[in-house]
């Protein structure tokens, strides 16, 4: 038997730490080699995480709902057998401690060495830690400024921060009222009736969180337009059975959708960007993110690294595993991870269009409604006629800090453009 430090693993690239959501083996109980030790939350994924050996658990440096790094000792473990002194000692060799320091170490670096503060308004400044600890739990910047300040000239402090989220956050909803006006918010006091009272878990917060962060963040505009869907719909219809044969897989609109989308980034790359301060930086990468319903309800978006570098057969193949992935809760760190432009087709749920809210922190999203049949006029060089054709509504809510009306529309547009003149021709 020997004792050995059991770090927090990491689940990804861009994984740099973990929330803990529960022990499943508590101090001094014995487990087996692939037992689960603990539940570990990334962003909106849980993972688990097993045991390298079998042994026992001797100390738990850390608790549940504490957000641990990567790297990081959470617990000391007694293993047993070769085979686990083995597999451990190669997840906490000194020499992976050190690579895990080193490239720590830089980052730290580069934080330190941006600006002290930065100006929120005319009265409250707000450092770059302040700012990490915001972001992380999604408190929008007009939110920090109805904290007091015990700083410095009322300057936020971490503590002010950390103890304004552990009164639960009181002024996340509140409006604030102009010093100098004849007309006060009155103070509503709503009847909210009675009922069965059902518990938001985890998800769902962090969902009711990321949304109200974004609407606070960002000025939404929804622009909209119209597509015909006839040619892409028929040739689909006429490919399916086909496709599935040759490659396995099954051929929805979504891999059809990304591709339209991943082309018009392509033409209109400022819409494929996030705003950082006063920097607007245009991402060299097309990762789109697509929204996808889990069994409970809630929505989870699975991302499509590379789009514009993929044909349809490699779309279809990473889409039906992403939605086979999340319906089973099965998606890791990386596989939500990194979208630059996220797509949601409310038309699954039968809606003719909606007006989605920004995925921060990128420039827009897009909502693809339901393909409806629909009599057109279609204008033809014999004379306009009536015609049953396959339509659908586009909707793009965007970020008008960064991206303007021309912009939107223009890439909307040419959205539609490229789903209206698909090639009916093309072979797979």
Known sequence: MSKTEFKMPKMGESITEGTILNWLVNEGDSFEEGDIL????????????????SGKMLEQKFKAKDVVPVGKVIAILELSGEKGASKASGKTSEKKVSKTETSEKPKAQKQVSRPASFKVNENVFISPLVDAIARKNHISYEELARIPGTGKDGRLRKSDVSEYLENGRPFQFAQSVPEVSGFQIPDLKFDKGKGKIVEMDRMRQMIADHMVFSKHTSPH?????EADLTEMANWRNNNKVAFQKKYKEKLTFTPLFIECVAKAITDFPMINSTLDGTNIIVKDVINIGMATALPSGNLIVPVVKNADKKDLKELAETTNELVVKARDNKLKGDDTQGSTFT?????????????????????AILATGIIKKRAEVIEREEGDTIEIRQMMYLSLSFDHRIVDGYLAGSFLRKIANYMEQFDVERTF
């Open 221 to 225: 505009v929804t622009a909209y337009v």
């Open 343 to 363: 797509i949601s087709n409310v038309g699954t749920f039968g809606s003719l269009m909606g007006t989605p809210i920004i995925n921060q922190p990128e420039a």
């Open 38 to 53: 603990l539940e570990v939350a990334t962003d909106k994924v849980d993972n688990e995480v097993p045991a390298p050996a």
